[in-house]
């Protein structure tokens, strides 16, 4: 079993793996248009109330030939957006650990379709 300090080098070691492109910037919102997230998920096994796989579907489509600056986010994205630093603060406090991997782009050469931006990876 890896030690607690093997396993915070392993996540640094991941996060400059995929720290290349940053969640929110242009070349992020391009690759919006080619791939499905890990917030799509839901969507796309049909457990999401809000938003059918068809619509997602089209999305996608519409980000591709249209651009994400067509994307509107809904105001709970906002609030999420806005307590993901609370929330990596207060874990950090609670668990008495670094929240790294903040805002990365994370996409597998093995899955080239699928990409995810975690709100953070801890060891703890």
Request: aromatic residues 14%; neutral net charge; proline residues 5%.
């Amino acid at each position: 079993m890896a030690t607690f300090k093997e396993l915070v080098q392993k996540v640094k070691k991941f996060q400059m793996k995929y720290s290349k492109i940053r969640q929110h910037q242009p070349e992020w919102h391009a690759l919006m248009g080619y791939t499905v997230g890990g917030s799509n998920l839901g969507s796309l096994f049909g457990v999401n109330p809000y938003k059918t796989v068809t619509q997602l579907i089209q999305n996608i489509i519409d980000i591709h030939h249209q651009g994400a600056h067509t994307l509107e986010y809904p105001p709970t994205c906002g609030w999420g957006n806005i307590f993901e630093q609370v929330a990596r603060k207060y874990i950090s406090w609670w668990f008495g650990c670094i929240v790294d991997c903040c805002n990365i782009y994370i996409q597998d050469e093995e899955m080239p379709n699928f990409r995810y931006s975690p709100d953070g990876i801890a060891v703890v």
